[in-house]
T-cell receptor, first 115, second 114 residues
Framework: AQTVTQSQPEMSVQEAETVTLSCTYD???????LFWYKQPPSRQMILVIR??????QNATENRFSVNFQKAAKSFSLKISDSQLGDAAMYFC????????????FGQGTRLTINP | DAMVIQNPRYQVTQFGKPVTLSCSQT?????MYWYQQKSSQAPKLLFH???????NEADTPDNFQSRRPNTSFCFLDIRSPGLGDAAMYLC?????????????FGDGTRLSIL
């Protein structure tokens, strides 16, 4: 079974600075997808960024980028120019390319933005 | 515009009293999921429907059941809620079983057990 580990329960960053959230995963599969989801307090979970395992190029979405290291099974999220609206719980998630379509989530990292 | 709608946002029920949570979607997605998220924990998949095909996770308690009468609606039924079932319940949808497709989540229903 696949597992996802986020080793940082909480992180904080000054507004306008850069922060990196860590995620590692364990799988024996070679084809899969990785996601970062953001869950603001009392609001819905929304997709931040996704990465296909077969792509070597790291995904980027505006201020959000990932560092995908397939051999190391690492998938970190970098947030540049942090904004107050980035404060949320961030979940790293794994999804197999075959069979069951479920997302396997990490435990989450609560990100605080200091003004 | 809300695309995955969960009702109610907050639900309180008594220990052992059956409760139903509702999810509807305007995306016309084939797949609908129910996740349980306990306080400060990661969401955990309970089951999902691909169209009318029901897929239960191996460790989902028998106490939890689901119905999908049509494409737009999916219900989570908890037959005899226990104190340990207090949690946020998240509904999500995806277009199909292509893993590249992201899941779209509703706001969740927070269930409290008295």
């Amino acid at each position: 079974a696949q597992t996802v580990t986020q080793s940082q329960p909480e992180m904080s960053v000054q507004e306008a600075e850069t922060v990196t959230l860590s995620c590692t995963y364990d799988t024996s599969e070679s084809d899969y997808y990785l996601f970062w989801y953001k869950q603001p307090p009392s609001r819905q979970m929304i997709l931040v960024i996704r990465q296909e395992a077969y792509k070597q190029q790291n995904a980027t979405e505006n201020r959000f980028s990932v560092n995908f290291q397939k051999a190391a099974k690492s998938f970190s999220l970098k947030i540049s120019d942090s904004q107050l609206g980035d404060a949320a719980m961030y979940f790293c998630a794994y999804r197999s390319a075959w069979g069951a379509q479920k997302l396997v989530f990490g435990q989450g990292t609560r990100l605080t933005i200091n003004p | 515009d809300a695309m995955v709608i969960q009702n109610p946002r907050y639900q309180v029920t008594q220990f052992g009293k059956p409760v139903t949570l509702s999810c509807s979607q305007t995306l016309n997605h084939n797949v609908m999921y129910w996740y349980q998220q306990k306080s400060s924990q990661a969401p955990k998949l309970l089951f999902h429907y691909y169209d009318k095909d029901f897929n239960n996770e191996a460790d989902t308690p028998d106490n939890f059941q689901s119905r999908r009468p049509n494409t737009s609606f999916c219900f989570l039924d908890i037959r005899s809620p226990g104190l340990g079932d207090a949690a946020m319940y998240l509904c999500a949808t995806s277009l199909d079983t292509n893993s590249n497709q992201p899941q779209h989540f509703g706001d969740g229903t927070r269930l409290s057990i008295l």
